[in-house]
């Protein structure tokens, strides 16, 4: 069985911090890219922040510089540091997990957690 279980999440004001926790299992954790997702009613799931199997990241333009992602390989576990949170912060987190097969034929492995909410606001 293939479990992503977040955690983490809450209420804070704007200005302060969270950090989420994204616990793996039943998978090769170190082979996969992660990633963190944020959703709120009525838009689209947006890719926040990944992180390679090489530990190389990248961030939508709206958080970088005060969110960080990073990868514990020996504990099965990505985290997204949140810095500096702002009202549109506020969304469910979701924590998802890729790997793409090209060779000999292109096959996609791909898993998500339950989410976590995240609520800034004074």
């Known amino acids: 069985q293939v479990q992503l279980v977040e955690s983490g999440g809450g209420l804070v004001r704007p200005g302060g911090s969270l950090r989420l926790s994204c616990a793996v299992s039943?998978?090769?954790?170190?082979?996969?890219?992660m990633g963190w997702y944020r959703q709120t009613p009525g838009k689209q799931r947006e890719l926040v922040a990944d992180?390679?199997?090489?530990?190389?990241?990248s961030y939508v333009d709206s958080v970088k510089g005060r969110f960080t992602i990073s990868r514990d390989n020996g504990k099965n576990t990505v985290y997204l540091q949140m810095n500096s949170l702002k009202p549109e912060d506020t969304a469910v987190y979701y924590c998802h997990a890729v790997r793409l097969v090209r060779m000999p034929n292109q096959v996609k492995y791909e898993y998500w957690g339950q989410g976590t909410q995240v609520t800034v606001s004074s």
């Open positions: 992180i390679s199997t090489g530990g190389n990241t």
């Open positions: 039943g998978i090769t954790f170190r082979i996969y890219v």
